[in-house]
């Protein structure tokens, strides 16, 4: 009776500690599995900030606009007021004899390679113009401007190109 009694001391005692490693087991597999999904949120955080930074800065801003909707705004005269990556396809902007001054009635875009669309030509005040393009030698795109209804009262006119890739 006394050797059954051991006997059945031993097993619970042994049943309990089994329990105890088991209990172990799942705390340990639990502190790895926090372990490992904070270091994944650690690092989606830091790439975050990263990227977010890189975002907010200005060269990278205009450099990703240059490549991705290259423009150039100018004047009348053909002189080039702000490259936003557009030059890098055009070799000169050059403005046509002009009946009225300071309206154009032609631009031609010189380029140093093949666009299959048009660049987009804009003029960036609130003239009504009917533009119309047609490719020119080589490379060239030849814009006819006719306009509607412009005011007197300027002196200086701007457009915006816009190259389609």
Request: hydrophobic share 45%; proline share 4%.
């Amino acid at each position: 009776m006394v050797l059954a009694a051991a006997a059945d001391a031993h097993r619970w005692t042994r049943r309990k500690r089994g329990a105890h490693m088991n209990l172990q087991t799942a705390l340990e597999v639990a502190a790895a599995l926090i372990t490992v999904v904070a270091a994944i949120y650690g690092v989606v955080l830091f790439m975050d900030k990263r990227i977010e930074s890189k975002i907010r800065d200005d060269s990278f801003l205009r450099k990703l606009a240059g490549a991705l909707r290259p423009s150039v705004i100018f004047n009348h005269t053909g002189s080039v007021l702000v490259d936003q990556g557009a030059m890098r396809y055009a070799d000169s902007i050059e403005i046509g004899p002009s009946e009225e001054p300071p309206y154009p009635s032609q631009v031609f875009l010189r380029l140093n390679q093949h666009l299959a669309h048009a660049p987009l030509l804009a003029p960036l005040e609130g003239d009504l113009v009917n533009i119309t393009s047609a490719r020119g030698k080589k490379h060239d795109w030849v814009y006819t401007l006719d306009y509607f209804m412009t005011s007197d009262e300027r002196t200086a006119l701007s457009y915006r190109v816009e190259i389609i890739l």
